[in-house]
């Protein structure tokens, strides 16, 4: 009988990649992505101890050329990376994935699957190295998200050196709101983290919060003193950015505002700034704006916040409903195929859809304490999450997604979740504005 396709995913076996093929990847890698990105890599520890040894590298991850960055960083040796499984549905990767004996990972939900790959790579492989992105996606605030719940488990679990890999630029070479890349200046650090002595002697907890601490980093904030530039060949630096800054600063209305070209504005009332290569935020006269877009982006986390925690908080929208192919692979940059169309609605219980499902009714629920976030992984025009294990792509009729992802992981975390955000972060800070220049 003919496997599907999933089943395929599931059967995979790991093994460490072949030096010669890796050497090959990276030089293509190299020539696409190190050269463009001016790549500039600080090594605060001799790699050549751990030749010969199981090696773990956390890192942040801000876009999606971090593989590459990552393999620059510590200088082209074989890594089996983990990545998103729903990625090894997609033939555009099928082969990269085979070459590189990628291990998938289902985002925010256990997967055995995955441990038992990092273990035959990590325990059984000779000299094996896994890298892995702790935050399970990559961010769209353009600072790094927290790890994931049961981070510093694992890496208790595994007990051998960790190494931390920071890179900075990244998110500003593929902001989250654009597909189009805009090259310039990356930098990456490299740094031992723990030793096996010393993750016998911390705990699990301490563990996340020394990873957390580790890899955190703010790219507007980066360059806000070096100033570099990020070259999009059109000029169109806020194109889409409405996908991420979806609530005006100065009226409050959400899903009125527009980026086009340099402009971002709100259709509303008026509320405009151009956003440069540099991705410095000026206002238009007499309007409010944050900042930096991070700033906005958080000003629009607490204000989720304070909605969520009313005790008739909805959200509904239409969208459409997409699945993967039982058999084969998705084509055509695609993510999913579509299958119905209906309502998605969000309270304080979970996430719930009503609609249609291949032409037939259907309904499904989420409650809310299985349910830390929903992912965004290319930009923010779709978002997906699994029920029952079953990948569920979903597509608003507006760029509402990030509104989406925002209340999901508030009400997760309203309700008490174990993925709460970092303890340093201030759900009552005030609004910091960019200056006005009129």
Not at 57 to 67: E, G, I, L, P, T
Not at 145 to 163: E, N, R, Y
Not at 320 to 338: Q, R
Not at 398 to 405: F, I, K, L, N, T
Request: aromatic share 10%; hydrophobic share 35%.
């Amino acid at each position: 009988m003919k496997q599907t396709t999933d089943q395929v995913v599931k059967s995979i076996k790991f093994k460490k990649p072949n030096a010669l093929v890796n050497a090959v990847l990276s030089r293509i890698a190299g020539v696409i992505y190190y050269g463009p990105c001016k790549v500039d890599i600080t090594r605060n520890v001799d790699l050549k101890q751990f030749k010969g040894k199981p090696l773990l590298v956390v890192a942040n991850h801000a876009s999606r050329f971090d593989y590459a960055f990552v393999n620059f960083a510590l200088k082209r040796r074989p890594i089996n990376f983990v990545a998103a499984e729903n990625e090894f549905h997609r033939s555009k990767f099928k082969l990269i994935f085979k070459l590189g004996h990628v291990i998938p990972k289902r985002n925010f939900v256990p997967d055995t699957k995955t441990i038992r790959g990092m273990s035959q790579i990590l325990r059984r492989q000779k000299a094996g190295c896994v890298a892995i992105f702790p935050c399970g996606m990559s961010t769209a605030s353009g600072a790094q998200q927290p790890s994931v719940a049961g981070t510093g488990k694992m890496i208790k679990h595994f007990g051998v050196d960790v190494l931390a890999v920071r890179i900075h630029g990244g998110y500003l070479v593929c902001p989250k709101f654009d597909v189009k890349e805009r090259f310039g200046k990356v930098e990456i650090e490299v740094d031992h983290l723990f030793t096996p002595a010393q993750l016998q002697q911390l705990s699990p907890d301490e563990i996340q919060g020394k990873v957390d601490e580790a890899l955190f980093c703010d790219d507007y904030q980066w360059n806000a003193t070096r100033q570099n530039s990020y070259n999009r060949k059109d000029g169109n630096y806020a194109q889409n950015a409405e996908q991420i800054l979806y609530k005006c600063p100065k009226c409050g209305t959400e899903m009125q505002m527009e980026g086009v070209g340099k402009t971002i504005r709100c259709k509303h009332c008026g509320n405009e700034a151009t956003l440069d290569d540099k991705y410095n935020l000026t206002p238009a006269p007499d309007s409010v704006v944050p900042a930096d877009p991070r700033e906005w982006f958080d000003w629009q986390r607490r204000q989720m916040r304070k909605t969520v925690q009313q005790p008739d908080f909805t959200l509904e929208e239409h969208v459409t409903l997409g699945l993967m192919p039982k058999y084969g692979y998705l084509k055509n940059n695609k993510v999913s195929l579509p299958a119905g169309e209906g309502t998605l609605r969000l309270d304080r219980s979970g996430l719930s859809y009503t609609g249609t499902r291949e032409g037939q009714p259907w309904t499904v629920s989420i409650p809310s304490e299985l349910l830390p976030t929903i992912c965004l992984p290319v930009d923010g025009s779709f978002f997906y999450t699994y029920a029952s294990g079953e990948f569920l792509c979903f597509t608003p009729d507006v760029p509402s997604c990030m509104r989406w992802s925002l209340a999901v992981e508030e009400v997760y975390r309203t309700n008490g979740g174990k993925w709460d955000n970092y303890p340093w972060f201030d759900y009552d800070a005030p609004l910091k504005l960019a200056p006005n220049k009129d």
